[in-house]
């Protein structure tokens, strides 16, 4: 390896080591954690008032919030719903808006929950995410903008996508039995 290969080499590792922490850029939200945003609106927005990151650290257990604000990512296999088989629903664990059914929840042998359509495309966003070498497509909730996961063009028919998420961003509502079966 030359010299100039070299720090070429050392100048990325330390590029992804700053990026890797997600702590590079500080902005007035997380400096005083009383800063409240007001998001796009659509006619439910209007009754949904954000949390401050101070509420959030009070509601929220350290994972939830280390993934939902932080983008971190929780361990495969060892989280609450990679292998939930109930049905029900799953919603935003900040906001509680409904992201995914377990209609569309399938597994993917990733060891996070992996969804091939979100329940409506306006509960989510996206954007590029480089944190990594290559850039992937990050999912957040489009209502509070809490980190969801990821999603991939490797996901079953009929969607090709697959929406792997993290469990911590998560609430997961059991459906309730009709009681009038007969």
Known sequence: MSVYQFRI?????????????????????????????????QDDEKEYVPKTKRQLRQILTPIQYSVTQNEDTEPAFKNRYWNNKKEGTYKCIVCERDLFSSKTKYKSGTGWPSFYAPITNKNIGTRKDFRLFYSRIEVHC???????????????????KRYCMNSASLKFVEKKEDSEKD
């Open 9 to 41: 080499f050392s100048l990325s590792l330390v590029a992804f080591a700053l990026v890797g922490t997600g702590n590079w850029i500080v902005t007035a939200d997380e400096k005083d954690g009383d800063s409240q945003t007001e998001l796009a609106s």
């Open 142 to 160: 489009a209502r509070c903008d809490a980190h969801l996961g990821h999603v991939f063009d490797d996901g079953p028919k009929p969607t090709g």
